[in-house]
């Protein structure tokens, strides 16, 4: 019985840390985000290439825009999995032991 409680209560922590680790990645990603606009801006100084409609931007400034923001959105998202499993393989250490 009390190993169905421990295991139950396993689990729900598990779950917690795997939500927290999406939150954490969107959060993240919206800040790299942000950031790239704010990169873009300063070395450029122009606004980022975003719009579909607006024919004002070159298809070079607008595959380098989409390029450079796929690259950060990729090891955002790696990072922050990792990190995430890493949480949870730690909490698993640490539950066997106690």
Do not use: C, Y
């Not at 939500?19 to 801006?41: P, R």
């Amino acid at each position: 019985m009390a190993d169905d409680i421990t295991d139950e209560g396993q689990w729900q922590m598990s779950m917690v840390l795997k939500l927290l680790g999406t939150l954490v990645s969107i959060g993240a990603g919206l800040a790299g985000a942000k950031l790239i606009d704010i990169l873009w801006k300063a070395v450029t100084g122009e606004d980022s290439p975003k719009h579909d409609d607006d024919m004002e931007n070159s298809l070079r400034a607008t595959l380098a825009f989409a390029a450079i923001s796929g690259t950060v959105s990729a090891i955002i998202r790696v990072l922050s999995q990792r990190g995430t499993m890493q949480a949870v393989n730690r909490f698993n250490r640490t539950r066997d032991m106690v």
